[in-house]
């Protein structure tokens, strides 16, 4: 008789559903939605780190079309007992109340200090974090305030969306395209951060971030152990706490179903 392990928490980020600069982006969706099949048996709960999609506005009777796929496995693993949370990043900053309605997610529009096996947890996108610059400040001012959300909602969603995804391929899909450079312990923002934080609060066991794009597992002093935890465009990558150890993995589906 095989024996029942402890539930794993499973983190992942960056996925980018919907981007062009995906060859074929249905088989990226296919190939994430390939992995919660892997995890969901022994899944506890999965967090969901921002920039889950490329883009995402929901306007009163209309979402963007698309990603049934993902959004129907969310759905089920929600409905079998898994806590799926949901972080906006700063490409899908528009959600609302759509996705918690219908697939049940826990949603988080700001970083999250909580508890899981007794260790201290700070989970974040990281967009913004450490970045004290007026001109970022000011576009995500903007990007988060009410009125301008409303605003854009009085496009009609055909030129609305069709806009964000033109604005989008222009902006950021050249950047997506190669892997992200790690700029060193003594300048990226997000461990630069970290560390500030640990100033006023060292009871911080793990900091998990997404949004940079790059793979990292760093000890901060004296025991914080801190991840950035890269996305499914380069590395397909994924973190996971088993209630002792937390580790950095990638997926290969033709030699782990984890």
Known sequence: MKMK???????????????????SPRETEKRFV?????????????YLLGDIFDFWFEYKKVVPRGFVRFLGKIAEMHDKGVEVHFFTGNHDIWIFDYLPQETGVILHKE???????????YLAHGDGLGDDSRLFQLIRSIFHNRTCQRLFACF????????????ARHNRGKDLKHPAPYFGEDKERLVLYAKKYL??????????????????DLMLPPKTQMMIIGDWIHYFSYAVFDGNKLSLCRWNELSSPH
């Open 199 to 216: 100033l006023e609060h060292p009871g911080v066991d793990y900091f998990i971030f997404g949004h940079r794009h790059i793979l990292l």
């Open 5 to 23: 392990t402890s539930p794993k928490i499973y983190f992942a980020s960056d996925v980018h559903l919907g981007s062009t600069v995906f060859e």
């Open 34 to 46: 390939r992995w919660l099949d892997a995890i969901k048996e022994d899944a506890g709960a999965l």
């Open 156 to 167: 009609p969603s055909r030129l609305g969306i069709g806009f964000a995804h033109k604005w």
């Open 111 to 121: 970083p999250l200090l909580t508890e899981i096996a007794g260790k201290q947890f």
